[in-house]
């Protein structure tokens, strides 16, 4: 089993959908959990960073930790297709140690 | 402010030969990543440098990888001799502050060895 599980898609859905996107993990000693987004042919671009457990929201975005369940989220709502793209989450124990990414799930948002 | 600076941003080379990437860091970020993401997974860290102090190269393959930061600013990753396992985007990044949880990553080599 792979430390961070992340469903690869492809997901598409329609504009102005709510997008969940998830990953489970099986180290109970992540404490920092991040969503990155990546466009084709681009470096991952940090969209969320959350500390432990709880939610937090941005604009559009919203992370959710659940470290009972050892499963993170982003919910984007609205969805436009510039958030076409492939979302690839990642944690770590601490600071100074290094990201396990997931697989990444590549989404289209269809005009 | 410019971004992550990497080049070249394609290379095609044939297998047993050598290549090198450059990664010029945004400036005043003291902390430099290199990563290699094969194809439909996540980025993986190879080496992360503190200034030019490598401080993290456990998952560097140092039969034939090498890197260096001279100076703490720019950096370059070498492979010598290249295998077709090779192939993949090599992704460089970089953050002011020790910590992976606020680092910028530059566009990504992407290497094909044939």
């Known amino acids: 089993q792979k430390e961070v599980e992340q469903d690869p898609g492809p997901l598409s859905v329609p504009e102005g959908a709510i997008v969940s996107l998830n990953c489970t993990y099986s180290?109970?000693?992540?404490?920092?959990f991040m969503w990155y987004r990546q466009y084709s042919r681009k470096g991952p671009e940090l969209l969320m960073y959350?500390?432990?457990?709880g939610n937090k929201e941005d604009g559009r975005f919203t992370a959710q930790v659940d470290k009972s369940s050892k499963y993170i989220s982003l919910f984007i709502r609205d969805s436009q297709p510039s958030d076409s793209a492939t979302y690839l989450c990642?944690?770590?124990?601490?600071?100074?140690?290094?990201?396990?990414f997931g697989k990444g799930t590549r989404l289209s948002v269809i005009a | 402010e410019a971004g992550v600076v990497q080049s070249p941003r394609y290379k095609i080379i044939e297998k047993k030969q050598p290549v090198a990437f450059w990664c010029n860091p945004i400036s005043g970020h003291n902390t430099l990543y290199w990563y290699r993401q094969n194809l439909g997974q996540g980025p993986e860290l190879l080496i992360r440098y503190e200034n030019e102090e490598a401080v993290d190269d456990s998952q560097l393959p140092k039969d034939r990888f090498s890197a260096e930061r001279l100076k703490g600013v720019d950096s370059t990753l070498k492979i010598q001799p290249a295998e077709l396992g090779d192939s993949a985007v090599y992704l460089c990044?970089?953050?002011?502050?020790?910590?992976?949880?606020?680092?910028?990553f530059g566009q990504g080599t992407r290497l094909t060895v044939v």
């Open positions: 990642a944690m770590s124990a601490s600071r100074n140690t290094p990201l396990v």
């Open positions: 990044a970089s953050s002011l502050v020790q910590g992976n949880t606020e680092a910028f």
């Open positions: 959350t500390y432990s457990s």
């Open positions: 180290n109970s000693a992540f404490q920092y």
